[in-house]
């Protein structure tokens, strides 16, 4: 089909691989749905998924599109070539927020050469709000994009409501959660920082949540990597919220079996390497340990962990990440690798390390693999679920610590171990938590639960499902703008044509 007889959609995600990752799996979902996406994203993560992208495009013959954006003035602070948030440490976060910002005006500059392939539609991440403005300037749609699932966006929504009107409720060393279902929820006021208490404040990160949170509402949808069976009242608060709204949830956004093991980025092990051992190992034996993309964990925290793994005398495949500031000063790889793990681990464990980047969804899918180890990243959550593999949680910051809650509480398949960036896990704490999970009666009930809601989740996907339908039914509304002369609209983006 002609490239101009195609609706053209462009997808704005936020330069942080929970975000990119989930994204550009939504963009060829849409694309094999006859439209036409451009992703456009900072020039650093462009060159990055550039091989990704390009093999969508000849081996499966989707109309996807990369721009990389470059700031105009460069972000001071922020070393070049690290415009991603998994090439730096948190320390680094309020430059990434900067950088997003300084995108608006080169990415009005991209819009406006597009001429006869102008977009009818702007998808943007939830955390990206100047394009409210830019939709309002070309006047066509926006719809947000969540991440996030709809327990932790509607706990940031009630949470950021009631900092507003100062009514957010403590109780000793508790924070109440109100006005969502299954409230009250009870966190802890380390779970919930102290900075949310004080509504005057200028903290500059406070101002980014609250403002996003305002901005979600201005949209003329909302698109939810979720399935309905997993948050179904969650969700349906989420409607509410939006107030009229259309809701689609069309995830797990995750690729189609057979598609390629790079996502994010190329894994710093083989793939033959990795399935050797993998298939060596029996079946539902091995816990997969992984922090996600930001998590660094110190010398000290990886060396608890590493004894408390031990102690469980699990067999395991463990993803290590050495935070982007300290790897480059290391004297080298094997003297800065040794130094976060206890002397001789390697030799007394059954386990396999990767130094790096790993392919997540490979290793989860595999048979011997039935246990994960990790933060509690929407992403790392959803493709557990999806693979039926029941959880060991360490959620270290944001809505880390309520996708934790929702795995250990609501849904019944995982257990806590450890919580914060900063705490050393306790050895014995890990030891129960993975007996627990890999050993237990108790772990058996939640792999059997993760196996129901695992397939709940490929129905929701498979034909008739609800995502699949829900998907259908966005590029649906999509087509339908292509027709439709963008006066005819009216602020939210809604056709007020007959
Ligand atoms: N991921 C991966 N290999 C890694 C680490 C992460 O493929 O070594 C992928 C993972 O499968 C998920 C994403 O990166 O899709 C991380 O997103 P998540 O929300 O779990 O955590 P975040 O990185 O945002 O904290």
């Known amino acids: ?247 689609w949830s069309v995830g797990p956004v995750l690729p189609s079996e057979g598609s390629s093991h790079t996502r994010g980025k190329m894994a710093d092990i083989s793939e033959e390497k990795l399935l050797q051992w993998l298939d060596s190992q029996s079946p539902s034996s091995v816990l997969y340990v992984s922090f996600g993309s930001q998590a660094f964990l110190s010398q000290e925290q990886t060396k608890a962990l590493a004894r408390g793994l031990e102690a469980s005398d699990q067999a395991f495949i463990w993803s290590i990440k050495i935070s982007p500031e300290t790897a480059p000063i290391a004297l080298n790889m094997e003297d800065s690798h040794a130094a976060y793990l206890p002397e001789g681990f390697m030799e007394r464990t059954k386990g396999l390390i990767i130094w790096g980047w790993a392919p997540q969804l490979l290793i989860l899918s595999h048979p011997s693999v039935s246990g994960f180890l990790s933060h509690c990243g929407w992403n790392s959550v959803l493709e557990s679920i999806m693979m039926g593999v029941p959880l060991v949680t360490w959620p270290m910051f944001s809505d880390q610590h309520f996708n934790s809650k929702l795995v250990t509480e609501e849904l019944g398949i995982g257990v806590q171990f450890c919580q914060h960036m900063d705490e050393v896990p306790n050895e014995e704490k890990v030891e129960m938590a993975v007996r627990l999970v890999m050993g237990s009666e108790q772990g058996k009930q939640m792999r059997k639960r993760a196996q129901e809601l695992k397939e709940l989740a490929k129905q929701s996907v498979g034909g008739g499902g609800s995502s699949a339908s829900n998907l259908q039914a966005f590029a649906c509304e999509i087509h339908k703008l292509m027709n439709c002369n963008p006066q005819n609209r009216n602020d939210n983006g809604d056709s007020v044509s007959g």
């Not at 972000?75 to 070049?80: A, F, K, Y």
Request: include cysteine.
């Open 1 to 247: 089909m002609d490239l101009q007889q195609k609706p053209h959609v462009v997808m704005v995600p936020y330069p942080a691989m929970g975000h990119c990752i989930p994204s550009l799996d939504l963009v060829k979902l849409l694309a094999s749905h006859s439209l036409t996406v451009t992703y456009v994203t900072t020039h650093t993560i462009a060159q990055r998924l550039k091989g990704p992208v390009d093999e969508a495009r000849k081996a499966a013959g989707l109309d996807i599109h990369l721009v990389g954006l470059c700031p105009p003035k460069g972000i001071e602070g922020l070393p070049e070539g690290r415009e991603s948030m998994d090439l730096v440490s948190s320390k680094y976060s309020l430059d990434i927020i900067s950088l997003v910002e300084s995108l608006e005006q080169p990415f009005d500059g991209w819009f406006q050469q597009q001429g006869s392939r102008r977009p009818v539609c702007i998808i943007s991440d939830m955390f990206i709000d100047w394009t409210v403005r830019s939709s309002e300037r070309h006047n066509i749609p926006r719809v947000v994009f969540y991440a996030m699932g709809a327990f932790p966006t509607s706990i940031f929504h009630a949470v950021c409501s009631s900092i507003s009107t100062n009514t957010l409720r403590k109780e000793g060393d508790s924070v109440i959660v109100d006005n969502i279902p299954s409230s009250p929820l009870t966190f802890t006021k380390d779970q919930i920082p102290a900075r949310y208490f004080n509504p005057d404040s200028a903290d500059p990160m406070l101002k980014f949540v609250t403002g996003k949170m305002q901005s979600i509402t201005k949209c003329w949808g909302v698109l939810v990597n979720t399935f309905d069976d997993l948050e179904t009242r969650y969700l349906q608060h989420l409607k509410n919220t939006i107030s009229g709204r259309p809701l």
